[in-house]
């Protein structure tokens, strides 16, 4: 969608420590990025260095974009384009509220579109990356079955998640659809994204390796994971394997409520062969009922679709033959449910951007229609 469409979308992607300025069209970028500090404990700075930056954007284009988008950290009342809320620890100016939308459309005069970096995410690898590369695939297999829902998965510094449903982004009704504060798995009372973000991999890696002051990144623990750097391989492994399980307990509450195939992206999936199999562990393992009756936790069949086996079973299936009720006649049934999971090929950043510029561009042919 939109590869070769000729109109100009600004983008940004606004982080905590940097602001980074972008112009895209045709789903390319097509300057060079713009890299400014976000000053984002100083409301005042940020806003300023925000304006900077998109003019500074806007001076290298021989014609004017026709909107404005990007990614900013919420709570936020997004369609609005206000963000602010207790909530914000990377950008804690904005935790009064500010109506940043209507700033940036007084200043620049074309519409601000601003979603959450997790919706944006999920909404790229939709139309561009993971949704259509899996179809694609299953047709080049002779599958019948094509796939609308997606639930994008980002594992860094936070938990975010973005829900596609019928190829449309779902962005709730109070701006709100979150999974950092679901229940830990193994902690009741403690938000899951403890137990999956960057902190919780250094965390256990500590606990593990009885080693609390370590000092080192989960780029440094994987190594370690890996037997290419010095450390405590056992702890290093465990940490990704924590990781996997408590995450795999939440992507299953997602998966059975939404139905979709599951794309995972951010840093953190960096150590996806040793964060994969204790979270497929975990989305294939079993709840029991009162009367003792087992029950599957997710109730499709998950697949792993990094694993070509297991893509191959995946595109089959289980097709029989059902006969017509009343004739001679059969149809074909494939009787097996099933969804599966792979990690982003276009990486966060780039499916946020993508995602951000065919919001846009669909919300203004919405308002064309």
Not at 269 to 297: C, F, H, Q, Y
């Amino acid at each position: 969608m939109y590869r070769d469409d000729k109109r100009t979308v600004i983008t940004l992607d606004a982080g905590g420590t940097n602001f980074v300025f972008g112009a895209m069209q045709a789903n390319r970028f097509i300057i060079d990025p713009i890299t400014l500090p976000s000053s984002a404990d100083d409301l005042d700075r940020c806003m300023a260095t925000m304006v900077e930056g998109f003019e500074r954007v806007i001076a290298q284009l021989d014609h004017k974009p026709v909107a404005i988008s990007f990614a900013f950290p919420g709570p936020a009342d997004y369609a609005n384009g206000i963000v602010g809320g207790f909530y914000l620890p990377n950008f804690p100016s904005f935790r009064d509220g500010v109506a940043l939308g209507a700033f940036l459309e007084g200043k620049f005069g074309v519409p601000v579109f601003i979603n959450n970096d997790g919706d944006l995410f999920a909404y790229g690898e939709a139309l561009c990356g993971m949704l259509p590369e899996i179809n694609s695939r299953l047709k080049e297999l002779g599958s019948t079955k094509q796939y609308k829902n997606l639930i994008g998965y980002t594992l860094g510094t936070g938990f975010g998640i973005g829900v596609v449903i019928d190829n449309n982004l779902n962005r709730g009704d109070n701006s709100c659809v979150e999974t950092f504060c679901l229940r830990h798995r193994d902690m009741p009372d403690v938000i899951v994204e403890d137990g999956v973000a960057i902190r919780a991999v250094c965390r256990v890696y500590g606990e593990q390796s009885g080693n609390p002051d370590h000092g080192l990144t989960p780029k440094d623990i994987c190594e370690i994971a890996d037997g290419t750097r010095q450390g405590d391989q056992a702890a290093a492994k465990e940490a990704f394997a924590s990781l996997g399980r408590v995450a795999g307990a939440a992507i299953s509450t997602a998966v059975t409520i939404i139905d979709g195939l599951v794309v995972i992206g951010g840093g953190v999936s960096a150590a996806s062969r040793w964060i994969m199999p204790a979270l497929l562990e975990e989305m294939r393992s079993k709840l029991r009922t009162l009367g003792g009756d087992e029950v599957n936790l997710v109730q499709m069949k998950v697949y792993d679709l990094e694993n070509a086996d297991e893509f191959a079973l995946f595109a089959k299936g289980e097709t029989k033959k059902v006969k017509v009720y009343g004739e001679e006649r059969y149809v074909d049934y494939d009787c097996q449910k099933r969804v599966g999971i792979a990690i982003s090929k276009l990486g966060a950043s780039k499916a946020v951007s993508v995602g951000a510029y065919a919001f846009a561009l669909s919300e203004l042919d919405k308002k064309q229609a």
